[in-house]
């Protein structure tokens, strides 16, 4: 299980469960385990998800599928506890979504 602190300080665990759900789903993301990490600890945009959840977004010039925006879903269920639920390359953030802080 990794561990990274978020933005907001909360520390956020990827379990190895998560890992196995988001790698099937998102092949591209099998070797985007460490920028997922970054996006949550350094995202350049976060944005509130439908659910509750936070959306950590990074831009990379380089990623599997190109130029991309990485989001990372995440929730903090407390100031010590939160957990990364999934990820997936878009080609741009959603505009529809609120947007909590921008870099």
């Not at 602190?5 to 665990?13: F, I, L, M, T």
């Not at 600890?41 to 959306?55: K, R, T, V, W």
Request: glycine share 6%.
């Amino acid at each position: 299980m990794l561990i990274v602190h978020s933005r907001g300080g909360a520390p956020g665990r990827l379990s190895e469960e998560r890992w196995q759900h988001i790698v099937p789903r998102h092949p591209e993301m099998d070797d985007q385990r460490e920028q997922i990490l970054e996006t949550v600890a350094e995202p350049d945009i976060i944005q509130q998800g439908d659910f509750g959840e936070l959306l950590a977004i990074g831009f990379y010039p380089e990623t599997p599928l190109t130029r991309k925006f990485l989001v990372v879903a995440y929730r903090e269920v407390s100031p010590e506890d939160g957990f990364i639920f999934t990820a997936y390359l878009t080609s741009r953030p959603s505009s529809k979504r609120v947007t909590i802080w921008k870099r």
